[in-house]
């Protein structure tokens, strides 16, 4: 069965510290992979994906995922985090034979202090 | 173009009674999914419509949820009896059909509180 695990619960960070966000799945085959974004009393929103091609994908504010195939990794980087990036972040896969349904870590709640 | 929208945002129902909550996926979206959140845990699959066809319901907890997408639009997710290990965030996610694209596009969730 698939299943992604996210490597930390909670992460607590100073601003302009850097971010790495570990994740790693379970499964064979060809996968899509994503980092969602979750901010306080806001809905899930997609921070990047990654399909095919080039497996270093920059996302939105800064965000970064590199997929290395051969770890089933999927980890998410950003230089330098601020204080607004304190959030639920959940990485997530889904695959063709699934019916592309979409596994979820557990999610990583990342609190910057300023 | 409007995003996928889901109603109520939030319902407080005692145990034992029913509660119905909506999906409106965006439109020309053919996949429709919903998902759950319970309390502390993972967001899990529920299950998942092509139009009007129920695709894969291998998430459904058990038969006191029903699922519809009459006429391949909005979904219903229907919970009769609640119980009060339903609490949690449902979620509405919907994607196109196209092959190579399957991006999926999250509602803001409806929030449960079965007291």
């Known amino acids: 069965a698939q299943s992604v695990s996210q490597h930390n619960h909670h992460v607590i960070l100073s601003e302009a510290a850097s971010l790495e966000l570990g994740c790693n799945y379970s499964?064979?085959?060809?996968?899509?992979l994503f980092w969602y974004v979750q901010y306080p009393g806001q809905h899930l929103q997609l921070l990047l994906k990654?399909?095919?091609?080039?497996?270093l994908v920059k996302g939105i504010k800064g965000f970064e995922a590199e997929f290395i195939k051969s770890k089933f990794s999927f980890n998410l980087r950003k230089p330098s985090v601020q204080w607004s990036d304190t959030a639920e972040y959940f990485c997530?896969?889904?695959?063709?034979?699934?019916?592309?349904?979409?596994?979820f870590g557990a999610g990583t709640r990342l609190f910057v202090k300023a | 173009e409007a995003g996928v929208t889901q109603f109520p945002s939030h319902s407080v129902i005692e145990k034992g009674q029913t509660v119905t909550l909506r999906c409106d996926p965006i439109?020309?979206?053919?996949?429709l999914y919903w998902y759950r959140r319970v309390m502390g845990k993972e967001i899990k699959f529920l299950l998942h419509?092509?139009?009007?066809?129920?695709?894969?319901e291998s998430g459904m907890p058990n038969n006191r949820f029903l699922a519809e997408r009459t006429g391949g639009t909005y979904s219903t997710l229907k919970v009769q009896p609640a119980e009060l290990e339903d609490s949690g965030v449902y979620f509405c996610?919907?994607?196109?059909?196209?092959?190579?694209?399957?991006?999926?596009?999250f509602g803001p969730g409806t929030r449960l509180t079965v007291l």
């Open positions: 996610a919907s994607s196109q059909a196209r092959p190579g694209f399957h991006e999926q596009f």
């Open positions: 499964y064979g085959g060809t996968v899509n």
């Open positions: 990654y399909f095919s091609g080039d497996p």
């Open positions: 997530a896969v889904n695959a063709n034979t699934g019916g592309f349904k979409t596994i």
């Open positions: 439109s020309g979206h053919d996949n």
């Open positions: 419509f092509v139009k009007e066809s129920k695709q894969d």
